[in-house]
């Protein structure tokens, strides 16, 4: 049995679902993981709020939550837009999970993830958020922005964060790694770009179809 300390650390978790079907089921794996289950979200940062819909941008235009301290959100969906998926890393949403991958170990991990207020994006939505580079665009890309198609997956993914105007701190949230790694590469993909800082790198990357 956990002691009174211990449960005194653990987050309470607040289902939110327009679905009444998606709520109780949702509201359960959350009981089979342990969790006390929070009537409302609170002002309390200790609740953490799941928002279980069918894509992000039902969350964003349903709830529109706001970054604060006042809870953390997890965002448990069937489909991620990278339109949605900007707009709730602006909102403050940084841990997501499919819907498919809920699992009690998966969805545990999140909750956790997102009580500490870390990063937590599935793989494949990074990929999405960046999009495909235009073929078309690369291959009209001056000589030296092609050099830039030697950038590694990281680089291009903390690129396409730095495009849409999240800082060292945001970014390194949405890849669970520190702010040190963070900097370290930015500053290898401003060396690999040849600009001479973050603005300059990302003028550079759009004007060359990687962004």
């Known amino acids: ?119 937590r994006m599935p793989h494949e939505v990074l990929i999405r958020l960046l999009g495909p580079t235009p073929r078309s665009a690369a291959s009209a890309a001056p000589r030296p922005i092609m050099a830039a198609q030697a950038l590694t997956s990281r680089q291009r993914t903390v690129l396409g964060l730095m495009a849409e105007g999240l800082g060292n701190a945001d970014i390194a949230r949405v890849l669970c790694c520190s702010e040190h790694t963070v900097k370290n590469v930015i500053y290898d993909l401003t060396a690999r770009l040849q600009s001479r800082n973050r603005a300059h790198a990302v003028a550079c990357a759009v004007r060359g179809g990687l962004v």
Do not use: K, N, Y
């Not at 449960?7 to 089921?25: C, G, K, N």
């Not at 953490?48 to 069918?54: F, K, N, P, S, W």
């Not at 965002?75 to 339109?83: E, H, I, T, Y």
């Open 1 to 119: 049995m956990r002691s009174a300390a211990a449960l005194a650390d653990e987050p309470r978790v607040h289902v939110a679902a327009r679905d009444t079907s998606v709520q109780v089921q949702m509201s359960a794996l959350i009981a089979t993981c342990g969790f006390q289950l929070a009537a409302q979200p609170g002002e309390s940062a200790d609740v953490v709020v799941i928002a279980a819909v069918h894509s992000v941008d039902e969350t964003m235009t349903t709830w529109r939550p706001r970054p604060g301290p006042s809870g953390r959100w997890l965002l448990v969906a069937d489909r991620f837009s990278p339109p949605g998926v900007r707009w709730a890393v602006r909102a403050g949403v940084h841990t997501m999970l499919r819907a498919a991958d809920a699992t009690s170990a998966q969805l545990a991990a999140a909750v956790w993830a997102a009580h500490r207020g870390e990063g």
